[in-house]
């Protein structure tokens, strides 16, 4: 099982769990500060990908592009995070 999904499975077993209204505070509070987190690295992946680290292009070049896609699955992981709030 990949990390994405444990991630996803336990943060529905919190969802789920979450039967007062304190309790769902809580968990909203929870995943809003768990979606500004991945969002700031996200950008400061974005800003890494756009710096030059003065080696070689092509080495250069697959670091920023490694950069650019761990940037667009934190915010896919955003997007996801800001659904589940949507639906809380």
């Known amino acids: ?3 994405e999904v444990e991630d996803q499975l336990l943060e529905k077993a919190i969802f789920e769990s979450a ?3 304190e309790q769902k505070t809580a968990v909203g509070n929870y995943l809003k500060a768990i979606a500004q987190q991945k969002a700031n690295r996200a950008e400061e992946l ?3 990908a ?3 680290t003065g080696g070689k292009f ?3 070049n697959v670091q920023s592009q490694k950069y650019l896609k761990q940037a667009q699955v934190l915010e896919k992981e955003v ?3 800001q659904s589940v709030l949507g639906n809380f």
Do not use: G
């Open 1 to 3: 099982m990949s990390e």
């Open 19 to 21: 039967v007062t209204k």
């Open 46 to 48: 974005r800003e890494l």
């Open 50 to 52: 756009r710096r030059s």
């Open 58 to 60: 092509l080495a250069s």
């Open 79 to 81: 997007q996801r995070y």
